[in-house]
């Protein structure tokens, strides 16, 4: 008898301790868009305090983190109603499991190359220069994420490049590296070629 009624006492109990746990984890789930949200709306207002005028042509230094800032805005807004809305549709109820889709497991391995390879870039930049290090960079990251066709890889490294050199140097006027010996010249080559330089 007794142990029936502590059993009956365990089952009503793990309900409420599954539900307390569901609502951290939507808590969880909705902090971090929230997060990034509010922080992309306040952080423009803490950039580039200075009386100093902007003196030149293009969109000037705090252009490229503005936009950064409204893209990582309007991606955490993105992201926040995805989350309320599978809320409401009870996928992520409180208490409700949440299991992975098929082939879709984290990777610890490929998440510590990233970051090698994030590491590396940075390291490598005033060595080998913004285009050579950007190129290079997009190139192992599509290799890494599992494109690895050369008529889809080569393509989109070279055209990001340009796109992020047009961006830097063309509209921000951000003095990026060009490297040091032959990759400055190879750098300069390629500015050239693109009409920034």
């Not at 423009?44 to 805005?73: E, H």
């Not at 809320?87 to 992975?100: K, T």
């Amino acid at each position: 008898m007794n142990r029936s009624a502590g059993g009956e006492r365990e089952a009503e109990a793990l309900p409420g301790r599954s539900s307390r746990q569901g609502w951290a984890s939507l808590v969880l789930h909705l902090i971090a868009p929230a997060s990034f949200f509010v922080a992309a709306l306040v952080l423009p207002a803490f950039m580039l305090n200075t009386t100093r005028p902007f003196r030149g042509s293009g969109l000037g230094p705090a252009a490229w983190p503005q936009v950064m800032l409204a893209l990582i805005a309007v991606c955490a807004a993105i992201w926040l109603v995805q989350e309320l809305l599978a809320l409401r549709r009870g996928r992520q109820a409180p208490g409700a499991a949440e299991a992975a889709p098929p082939g879709e497991v984290y990777s610890y391995a490929k998440a510590l190359t990233g970051l090698a390879m994030i590491v590396a870039y940075g390291w490598l930049l005033p060595v080998i220069g913004f285009p050579i290090a950007t190129a290079s960079f997009i190139a192992l990251w599509c290799v890494l994420g599992g494109v690895r066709k050369p008529v889809a890889v080569v393509p989109l490294s070279l055209v990001g490049t340009g796109v992020l050199l047009w961006v830097f140097m063309g509209l921000a006027l951000m003095p990026l590296s060009r490297g040091q010996g032959i990759f400055d010249r190879i750098s300069i080559a390629m500015l050239q070629l693109l009409g920034i330089y």
